[in-house]
């Protein structure tokens, strides 16, 4: 299935472009392709993916209001009850849609802190989580290695009962949707999945300052106890994934850490944890060291019930995180974003 699915007319291409961009950094997938290949037809290529999504947003603009592709791909997803309208242009929606409240994004700008913007990351986000049909068809059992270690460490989770903070799928990997008590939306301080974990790190959401626009995460702690660590993560139902190969990857740096910090990927079953972990302790982040890209690829097994994975900082420093994705090995032989 498709996360969102958007419609939108050629002249607005450029804008459109950038929305597609921040709403890929928070993980979701979009559907935006007006080019029908050829042997394709508009009822088996867009009209497919239109029918698939499970939330549409509609562009409207000076020029999609005349468009009669948009009234009608709107007018579906309105049917469905998955439209979120936004506004490119100060304009009126047309008539048969205004009742529905739309999101004004006509001084949004990509990169830039914005309260409209947030807001419709919010709305889309409960859409999706309200939308039927979760969580969506398996993708193909392809296997790769994994080189990953096994051994048992600080990284454990004692048993718990329900919790709101785990997700039906990741979201806000790439921080720039809105905070939650300072913290990232979708992320928590692993207070309860995670033994022994330190709750005195500080966490924050900051602007990237390398020239790479959007937000990132720094977790940081001065004066740490020689073994005292912290944790962000995410918790997500992963079923449907058992026997799948998967991929967590993200960019980190760091700044004086006299610990270690990285990335990290724990896999559970029902009632036992650990069934896979990862927290690059063999291929740890020390000292400080410029923006760069790790990954971890595994095999679930098909014991897999829970997929954990976040970011560690053992002792004192900075570390900083961001573009985070979870991948999964696809039928087409290659790697496709949850």
Request: glycine content about 8%; some cysteine; overall charge negative.
């Amino acid at each position: 299935m498709i996360d969102i699915f958007i419609s939108y007319t050629r002249e607005d291409e450029a804008r459109v472009k950038d929305l597609v961009s921040a709403l890929e950094q928070q993980g979701w997938s979009v559907f935006w392709d007006r080019r029908i290949p050829s042997g394709e037809t508009w009822r088996s290529y867009i009209g497919q993916a239109l029918d698939d999504a499970r939330c549409v947003i509609v562009a409207w603009s000076r020029d999609s209001v005349k468009s009669t592709w948009v009234m009608e791909e709107a007018d579906d997803g309105k049917r469905r009850g998955v439209l979120i309208p936004v506004l490119l242009d100060p304009i009126e929606q047309p008539r048969g849609f205004r009742e529905i409240q739309a999101a004004n994004l006509t001084d949004w700008q990509p990169g830039r802190s914005s309260l409209r913007f947030d807001e419709l990351l919010k709305d889309i986000h409960r859409l999706l989580r309200s939308t039927p049909n979760w969580p969506p068809p398996t993708p193909g059992s392809n296997t790769i290695s994994s080189g990953i270690t096994q051994e048992r460490s600080p990284l454990e989770m004692p048993k718990r009962s329900s919790d709101n903070r785990i997700l039906e799928c990741p979201v806000n990997l790439g921080f720039d949707g809105p905070t939650v008590n300072e913290l990232p939306n979708g992320w928590f301080n692993s207070e309860g999945y995670v033994s022994s974990v330190s709750t005195r790190y500080s966490i924050r959401v900051v602007r990237r300052d390398d020239g790479v626009p959007g937000s990132c995460v720094v977790m940081f702690r001065h004066n740490a106890d020689k073994e005292e660590f912290g944790s962000l993560m995410q918790r997500v139902q992963a079923r449907y994934l058992a026997g799948k190969a998967i991929k967590y990857e993200g960019e980190l740096r760091a700044e004086g850490i006299d610990g270690w910090g990285g990335l990290w990927l724990r896999v559970d079953g029902e009632q036992t944890p650990n069934l896979i972990f990862d927290n690059m302790d063999n291929r740890a982040i020390r000292g400080t060291t410029p923006w760069t890209r790790f990954e971890s690829s595994v095999k679930l097994p098909e014991e897999t019930v829970w997929l954990n994975y976040g970011i560690v900082l053992s002792g004192s420093g900075q570390l900083w995180a961001d573009n985070c994705r979870i991948r999964v090995w696809s039928e087409a032989g290659q790697w496709s974003d949850l």
